[in-house]
């Protein structure tokens, strides 16, 4: 038996990706190795996140003014850039948690709702394709 592949990032959750980067550079500046590595704080899990598109998006960010970065050329082995928040990166990271804490709040409410109908209708919604028109599953789906 061989080891299993690395699990990739979905597209929803790529979405997760900069609100996560934003948080880790809140706390210091910080290298893309160091943010990779970190990502997992974020519930990405090990080898999920492709290296090259997390230095895509710092490099959109930067771009963007939500984070500046500059070469470190100080440590052993070959410079590094290094990235810091930006205000402009503070205020991005206020406005995507606002969002996703709502979106959080709508979703326990959805999957509450979900789980009564599971529990007054088992035959109905009880799982996969059980309906002709829930053939996509539940919310995850």
Partial sequence: MGAQPAKRMSRRAYRFLEPCLLIQLSRGRSHGYELLAGSQECGFEGGATDSSVLYRLLRDMDEN???????DTDGPGRPRRVYDITEDGRARLTALMEELLETDRILHVLSEAYSGLQAASPDI???RGARAGNAGGGLGS
């Fill in 65 to 71: 003014g939500l984070v500046s970065s500059t070469w």
């Fill in 125 to 127: 919604v009880g799982g």
